[in-house]
T-cell receptor
């Protein structure tokens, strides 16, 4: 049973436009959500997080939105840059320290 | 930000031999570290949770006698793949938990068993 779902395996956007990456979860016990960025053959790097007590967290070009009633979160990147091209993982945790990852979305930003 | 160093980044070994992968938190103490495995085009799968000074907790389906985890200090956890076989070839990633609930990842280790 996949508790964290990223239904779009890939996304392609034009440089300068907005990238929106989506993530859905099923476990209502999750109370902390994170986004990681991963380049090929490298470990994921932390990007941004949000606690369940918030519905929005912004850090520079990156904004994460959380809709608890819909069990949905999204990552917005504005404006998108070619260097943002990577695989983005959504992760969630609740109670224990274990992180549950989605399968990732490959973002390609075209110049 | 916090730094987690994983070594080696790439290793090729013969079938039947053992390989040790190290994961170090360089500027913070990590009582809890995690070991993940990533297959091509798949998500990161948690293999085990490593707790300093105690036995690791393995996820269902992960052979604890094959993937030996030792977390001897607050800054070092090791994963030893024993009697490696070609099907163990994968990308292994460690993660260390900092005090502010963020997990920082190592660079990953590409293991190829020939």
């Amino acid at each position: 049973d996949q508790q964290v779902k990223q239904n779009s395996p890939s996304l392609s956007v034009q440089e300068g436009r907005i990238s929106i990456l989506n993530c859905d979860y099923t476990n209502s016990m999750f109370d902390y959500f994170l986004w990681y960025k991963k380049y090929p053959a490298e470990g994921p790097t932390f990007l941004i997080s949000i606690s369940s007590i918030k519905d929005k967290n912004e850090d520079g070009r990156f904004t994460v939105f959380l809709n608890k009633s819909a069990k949905h979160l999204s990552l917005h990147i504005v404006p998108s840059q070619p260097g943002d091209s990577a695989v983005y993982f959504c992760a969630a945790k609740g109670g224990s320290e274990k992180l549950v990852f989605g399968k990732g979305t490959k973002l390609t930003v075209n110049p | 930000g916090a730094v987690v160093s994983q070594h080696p980044s790439r290793v090729i070994c013969k079938s039947g031999t053992s390989v040790k992968i190290e994961c170090r938190s360089l500027d913070f103490q990590a009582t809890t570290m995690f070991w993940y495995r990533q297959f091509p085009k798949q998500s990161l799968m948690l293999m085990a949770t490593s707790n300093e000074g105690s036995k690791a907790t393995y996820e269902q389906g992960v052979e604890k006698d094959k993937f030996l985890i030792n977390h001897a200090s607050l800054t070092l956890s090791t994963l030893t793949v024993t009697s490696a076989h070609p099907e163990d070839s994968s990308f292994y990633i460690c993660s260390a938990l900092s005090t502010n609930t963020e997990a920082f990842f190592g660079q990953g280790t590409r293991l190829t068993v020939v």
